[in-house]
């Protein structure tokens, strides 16, 4: 059995390399993946609380989690396809039509 | 008819709305029958309500018609009332201002804007008719305004000369400075009494158990008084407040005559008159104002003597008669005031009327000295103004003989000060009358004989038109029997007719009429009055038609004294270095420039600036970098996980907050 405070830590250092990623990547779909990890990373922990706490609200949120994310990555996607056609870029700089 | 009274004031409210709003594509004709109509019809409703007034034994007809205004225990309703000093006030104010309308037809025939004039005309008689239908102060103090109201209006009626606007203004203002005198002296009478009905005032139990506040004793009452006498002051023309009735001149010939000759100024007499009672309680009071009434009479004849204008000689001349109406107030003799102001409605109106004539024969010359030897070509004017001259200078059998006799008989028995007061008074007074016949007759002189001063080529002398010429005549029939109510009691054959009248309304206020020894001093003082006037006539007849060229010889002679009468004793000039540009200075410098500009305008822009300057500064955080909002969102969520773990206690003094 491992301790519950491994997953924690494990889920701790996903979810700060995907703020890591997110923050400091240009390119869009990097960016998107980190996202993607972030979310993991919590789901994780809900799971890992769960299994620790012998409660069942955790997997349900972690159910809800990846139903969101698929129909985020669904239109993550779209989006980027979209700026990709319109921009000829992925480089997350130089889509800064709103920038000051 | 009495029990509608509100209709007298209403016609010429009506003729005034209807001209003014719909008159303006209007003919002439039209208008002359609204304007004539509403007045005439509303003088013969006047007429009317007086018989009836007559008819119920005169008897005090008071009703209410509606509240106007009630708070608390405080009501103003829009009553009216009659009794004989209303009756003498309404019949001149729609008699007189009838004629004076008749007249403007033909005077302002060629003039533009002429629905304008004939409807603030008629808002003037409105206005008036309240103030002195009114029943209590404040109605009275809605006719005051509304007077002071039209008379603006009407002294700038030539508005696009800055003369003529500049001097409705100075009337405006310094009018406001009296009424700011008014007003405080209704609160005075308010808290005293707790009501401003005339009738509860001067018959409440408070005042009857009032003890009368003797000389030098300043009371409640006392106070009141020369608060109500500083309203006077400013509408009546007196010292101080004297100064904006010459510059009225400025107005059309037939407003001078009917606002600021005949009724308008006579409002703060009436005042006055009306509030004996409250008067005879305050000897200091009656006191200030007979000094008053008598410097200003003085002072004014003074400045009279050297005009040339011929109208600011009429003006100077009303302020000196008002002052008249103002020392027989002090001394006690009201209704020999009110008989002067009804007199002097008379020939005062007729002087302005007859040189509104001339100047209309000049085309619109002012200038005395370039008349002369009109009397042959204007011979029905010249008639009518040589009869209110002799009625103005006391001239027995003419009206003001009768008047200015028993005011300056009453000054000679006044007590009210000591006797040496009403000597001085009487002296003034008689001395007055010697500068009036003067100026006067030297007005005769210069306008209507000796050479011609005028260019024959230049100006077609012509004889007015009848709508002017009538009332002028009639004024001149007025102007000649209007004093013959007092004949009876000079003659010894009866009583004076109008002090008797009056008796109900002043009888507790004044002294006894004249009687026995009495008699026989009057006789003697208007004998005295008599020879003065005849002095005045004669210096006059000598100085500009034997020997024209003696007045300027004595003016040169007498340099310091002429120039002084000339620039009216330089009281606008004082007055614009004592008030208007020390109030300037604080207006500019004070006002405008440090509390406006430097204060609130500075508050205002300096807040504005710095909201600016703050937005500025945080704007750049709102980058529009998607990446720098994942920054800031991860910052504050560490800073929430510190709270959490460092804080004392979980952090929830701080974050309980939140929720």
Sequence with gaps: MVPTNYYVILSAILFGLGVFAFIFKRNIITIFMSIELMLNAVNLAFVAFSQALGKLDGQVFVLFVIVVAAAEAAVGLGIIILIARNRQTLNVERVNLLKL | ?659
């Excluded at chain 2, 104010?93 to 804007?113: D, F, K």
Aim: glycine share 10%; aromatic share 14%.
């Design chain 2, 1 to 659: 008819m009495l029990e509608y009274l509100w209709i007298v004031p209403l016609l010429p409210l009506l003729g005034s709305a209807v001209t003014g709003l719909f008159g303006a594509k209007w003919p002439n004709k039209i208008i002359n029958s609204v304007a004539i109509g509403s007045t005439g019809l509303s003088f013969l409703c006047a007429l009317e309500a007086v018989r009836e007034f007559f008819e119920s034994g005169q008897l005090l007809f008071h009703k209410e018609f509606f509240t106007w205004i009630a708070a608390g225990n405080f009501r103003a309703g829009f009553d009216l009332q009659m009794d004989q000093l209303t009756v003498v006030m309404v019949l001149v104010v729609t008699g007189v201002g009838w004629l004076i309308h008749i007249y403007a037809t033909g005077y302002m025939a060629h003039e533009g804007g002429y629905y304008r004039f004939f409807s603030y005309l008629n808002l003037f008689m409105f206005f008036m008719l309240i103030l002195v239908l009114a029943a209590n102060y404040v109605l009275l103090f809605v006719g005051w305004e509304g007077v002071g109201l039209s008379s603006y209006l009407l002294i700038g009626f030539y508005f696009l000369r800055k003369s003529a606007s500049d001097a409705g203004k100075k009337a405006f203002i310094v009018n406001r400075i009296g009424d700011f005198g008014f007003m405080l002296g209704m609160f005075l009478l308010f808290r005293a009494f707790h009501t401003l009905d005339f009738q509860t005032i001067f018959t409440s139990s408070t005042l009857q158990g009032w003890p009368v506040e003797l000389s030098g004793h300043l009371g409640t009452l006392t106070f009141a008084c020369l608060l109500i006498f500083m309203g006077a002051c400013g509408k009546s023309a007196q010292l101080p407040l004297y100064v904006w009735l010459p510059d009225a001149m400025e107005g059309p010939t037939p407003v001078s005559a009917l606002i600021h000759a005949a009724t308008m100024v006579t409002a703060g007499v009436y005042v006055v008159a009306r509030s004996h009672v409250l008067f005879a309680h305050a000897p200091t009071a009656m006191l200030v104002v007979a000094i008053v009434g008598c410097a200003t009479a003085f002072f004014a004849a003074t400045i009279g003597l050297v005009q040339t204008d011929i109208k600011k000689v009429l003006a100077y001349s009303t302020v000196s008669q008002l002052g008249y109406m103002f020392l027989a107030c002090g001394v006690g003799a009201f209704s020999a005031s009110i008989f002067h102001l009804m007199t002097h409605a008379f020939f005062k109106a007729l002087l302005f009327l007859a040189a509104g004539s001339v100047i209309h024969a000049m085309g619109g010359e002012q200038d005395m000295n370039r008349m002369g030897g009109l009397s042959k070509k204007i011979r029905w004017t010249y008639l009518t103004m040589l009869t209110a001259t002799l009625a103005i200078t006391g001239f027995p059998p003419f009206a003001g003989f009768f008047s200015k006799d028993s005011i300056l008989l009453s000054a000679f028995q006044n007590e009210n000060g000591g006797r040496s007061a009403g000597y001085v008074l009487y002296g003034f007074g008689l001395a007055t009358a010697l500068l009036t016949s003067f100026y006067m007759f030297r007005l005769i002189f210069l306008t209507f004989h000796g050479k011609q001063r005028y260019d024959e080529h230049k100006v077609h002398v012509h004889e007015s038109p009848r709508t002017m010429l009538v009332p002028l005549m009639i004024l001149a029939v007025l102007s000649i029997i209007g004093g013959w109510l007092a004949a009876p009691a000079m003659l010894g054959t009866g009583p004076d007719y109008f002090t008797k009248f009056l008796q109900p309304v002043f009888g507790g206020s004044e002294a006894a009429g004249p009687e026995g020894e009495a008699r026989a001093l009057e006789l003697t003082l208007a004998g005295i009055a008599v020879i003065t006037a005849l002095i005045g006539v004669t210096v006059a007849f000598w100085l500009y038609l034997k020997r024209p060229g003696k007045a300027d010889s004595l003016a040169k002679s007498l340099r310091g004294i002429y120039t002084t009468l000339l620039n009216k004793y330089y009281v606008d000039e004082l007055y614009a270095a004592m008030i208007v540009k020390p109030l300037l200075w604080i207006s500019t410098n004070v006002l405008w420039k440090t509390a406006d500009v430097a204060g609130i305008d500075g508050a205002v822009n300096g807040i504005a600036a710095g909201i600016t300057a703050i937005g500025d500064g945080v704007r750049h955080t709102q980058s529009g970098n998607t990446r720098s909002y994942a920054v800031w969102v991860v910052v504050g969520a560490l800073v929430v996980m510190a709270v959490i773990f460092f804080w004392p206690s979980g952090g929830k003094p701080v974050l309980g907050m939140l929720r």
